[in-house]
């Protein structure tokens, strides 16, 4: 088997919660997928997300402009402006 980035990560799982290894590592790599997403296709999905729970541009705009904050890389903050011309281009 060979050795991955995260075995360390998946052995603490393992150890602090009831998963089994194969569990904890699709665990650590569906967050590590969630985490790479790229900017763009992170704030189209998001934007998606939130208008089918019907929250307005507005709302979005300001959730995204938070959630983008808490990244594990933040971008520089967007505006307003520049969101829309993400999600509609």
């Not at 980035?5 to 998963?19: C, I, M, Q």
């Not at 089994?20 to 704030?43: C, D, I, K, T």
């Not at 709302?59 to 520049?82: G, H, K, M, N, Y």
């Amino acid at each position: 088997m060979p050795a991955g980035p995260y075995d360390d990560l998946v052995a603490h799982l393992v150890r602090s919660t009831p998963l089994n290894a194969g569990e904890a590592a699709r665990v650590v790599a569906e967050v590590v997928g969630y985490f790479s997403e790229e900017l763009p296709e992170f704030v189209r999905r998001r934007h998606a997300e939130l208008q089918r729970r019907g929250l307005t541009n507005e709302q979005i705009f300001a959730a995204l402009d938070a959630e983008l904050a808490t990244r594990r890389v933040a971008p520089p903050p967007l505006s307003a402006r520049q969101l829309r011309r993400i999600v509609y281009g």
